[in-house]
């Protein structure tokens, strides 16, 4: 445990990460998710749930599109009968998923990335410039067709349990950042 004012990244990181990772302990990892269904894709298209394994298999045709399709409509039951925060808003933002040999599979809703246990990644830049009046910090302002909050200030990483990959970076004072996706709309100093 370090000092608050006197932490690293890490140090705060190791504080925070409660998740019981099997490689540090598989008895603790096992007793964490031993309420948990695994999610499992096959080949036909309805879904069967084994209580006895704590199984869910979803069964669909062996092309993308259908798979992708008995993936949404699934979790749309989810989202209608609002039986899990995350599904509670729609995002219409579709993230691929992959399997262990880098197969894209299928895609999925944003909301529905942690129901199905998928990792999810994303990056986290913070930059500034030092001027003559100071520091100034750019803050990125989010995409107007984001579901979640859009066109909001976004002043940190998000809450989810994506993997965050978070950068700093001082910028020549002259440097202008400029959002270039649907994501960032733009930065603001």
């Excluded at 948990?36 to 993308?64: N, Q, V």
């Excluded at 409509?73 to 399997?99: C, D, K, M, T």
């Excluded at 990056?123 to 909001?152: C, D, F, H, I, M």
Aim: hydrophobic share 35%; proline share 4%.
């Amino acid at each position: 445990m370090c000092e608050s004012s006197h932490c690293s990244s890490h140090e705060i990181i190791a504080q925070v990460d409660t998740w019981p990772y099997y490689e540090d302990d598989p008895t603790a990892y096992k007793q964490f998710l031993r309420d948990c269904f695994s999610f499992m894709i096959d080949g036909i298209a309805k879904p069967s749930i084994d209580e006895e394994k704590y199984l869910i298999t979803l069964h669909c045709a062996d092309e993308f599109d259908a798979r992708t399709k008995a993936v949404e409509e699934a979790l749309l039951i989810g989202h209608h009968a609002n039986a899990y925060p995350s599904l509670r808003v729609w995002q219409n933002e579709r993230y691929p998923v992959y399997a262990a040999d880098r197969q894209h599979i299928f895609n999925v809703d944003g909301s529905g990335v942690d129901v199905i246990g998928a990792r999810s990644f994303a990056v986290y830049l913070t930059a500034w410039t030092n001027t003559s009046e100071g520091r100034k910090y750019w803050v990125q302002r989010r995409g107007w067709n984001k579901t979640l909050l859009p066109e909001s200030n976004q002043g940190a990483p998000a809450y989810t349990h994506h993997t965050q990959y978070v950068y700093e970076i001082e910028l020549d004072e002259d440097y202008t950042l400029s959002g270039s996706t649907e994501e960032v709309a733009e930065f603001n100093s």
